[in-house]
């Protein structure tokens, strides 16, 4: 038996030096019960094999049953897992941090899986990152008995058996994370939590289309809004723009603005966006507008390489010149006949969808 240390945080305010004591026991190997926005979880250093060895004597939990890692910050999620597909991005940008655990192939061991799960509480995070070690969390509680959501239930199980327990309180959402295995043929929610299977199914199903020019000003504005006019009563298309070289919170040009109006769309609103790792990530389609664009993504994105085409190319239009040109800075007849390419090739994509 050991003494099993309990600390009282605010959930709001958490005192930020009685978290790091806690980051401190986690990453020497200490088994550290702390707060989810689900139930409590209880942490383990799993760098350290005496400590995970010792989580799975505590839990009375299967040795061949894996944790999930808990990580705070979302493209660690690439330092655990390898080949992550399209639907898991989805999901990772709309409920990141929050009760979703994701299972795919381990980076670590080709024959493995991993789960990893971003918990939304702001102790939780801020232990997870103070730590500076891989942590595994499971829920504290005995394997097969009902998850914690207080502090006071945590120590009906583990008094004395684990070194730290931090008490905020009972949780916010009471209910385990929804489980979603991405290491099958097609995506399986194995476990239905705190989301609904209907709203995972949802995010996964819905086509991201992503539209990129130079400045996000322009072209990309002008695709962007003909093809969500078209696609007005689709419910599972989204769709979205950016730049690769934009200044950032620039409003449409107003040409683009006038052209647009002329339609019936009012893009007067509009702020410049660049272009992001999880623009790219999620997307299900990526059409760019030169073939600079489309080197200038495979370079930095080459996995995106069967997502990607040319506005024109994925339009089936073959009049000798793939390219749109920039019309930033030309006439408005310059402008008008950039338009009129952009908007038949739109006419040509909204049926292809």
């Given amino acids: 038996m050991i003494k099993t ?13 009685k978290i790091k004591k806690a980051a401190s026991v986690l990453k020497k ?4 019960a702390f707060p989810t926005e689900t139930v409590y979880g209880l942490g383990a250093n799993l760098a350290n094999p005496k400590s995970m060895d010792r989580l799975v004597r505590v839990k009375q939990r299967p040795e061949d049953k894996l944790f999930s890692i808990h990580i705070a910050e979302k493209d660690k999620i690439e330092d655990f897992a390898r080949d992550i597909p399209v639907g898991a991005y989805k999901l990772i940008d709309k409920f990141w941090p929050g009760p979703l655990t994701v299972i795919l192939h381990s980076r670590k061991n080709n024959q493995q899986t991993v789960g990893i799960r971003m ?3 702001k102790i939780a995070l801020e232990l997870i990152n103070l730590a500076k070690a891989p942590i595994v969390a499971p829920s504290a509680n005995i394997s097969g008995k009902k998850p914690p959501t207080s502090a006071e239930e945590v120590l009906d199980y583990f008094n004395g058996k684990i070194d730290m327990l931090i008490d905020s309180g ?27 299977k209907s709203d995972i199914e949802k995010v996964i199903n819905t086509k991201n289309i992503l539209i990129i020019c130079t400045g996000n000003s322009c ?23 950016a730049g690769i070289g934009v200044s950032v919170g620039m409003s449409a040009t107003f040409e683009t603005q006038k052209l647009l109006e002329e339609e019936g769309i009012d893009v007067s609103k509009h702020k410049a966006e660049q272009l992001t790792d999880v623009m790219v990530k999620k997307a299900d389609l990526i059409l760019v507008m030169q073939k600079h664009h489309e080197g200038s993504v495979l370079r930095k994105y080459p996995f995106a390489k069967n997502r990607l ?41 909204s049926q292809l969808i």
Avoid: C, H, W
Wanted: aromatic share 8%; net charge negative; proline share 5%.
């Fill in 170 to 196: 009972k949780t916010s959402l009471g209910v385990s994370s929804t489980v979603v295995d991405f290491t099958r043929p097609s995506f399986e929610v194995m476990r239905e939590g705190a989301i609904n």
């Fill in 219 to 241: 072209r990309s504005v002008m695709a962007e809004e003909l093809l969500k006019k078209k696609l007005a009563k689709r419910q599972d298309v989204q769709i979205y723009s």
């Fill in 309 to 349: 085409y040319l506005l024109k190319e994925f339009a089936k239009i073959d009049d000798g010149d793939l390219d749109i040109p920039d019309p930033m800075g030309m006439s408005e007849e310059f402008y008008k006949r950039v338009f009129l390419i952009i908007k038949q090739a739109i006419e040509r994509i």
């Fill in 29 to 32: 190997g200490g088994l550290v």
């Fill in 119 to 121: 918990p939304s509480n």
């Fill in 5 to 17: 240390e309990v600390i009282k945080l605010d959930p709001e305010n958490p005192e930020r030096a």
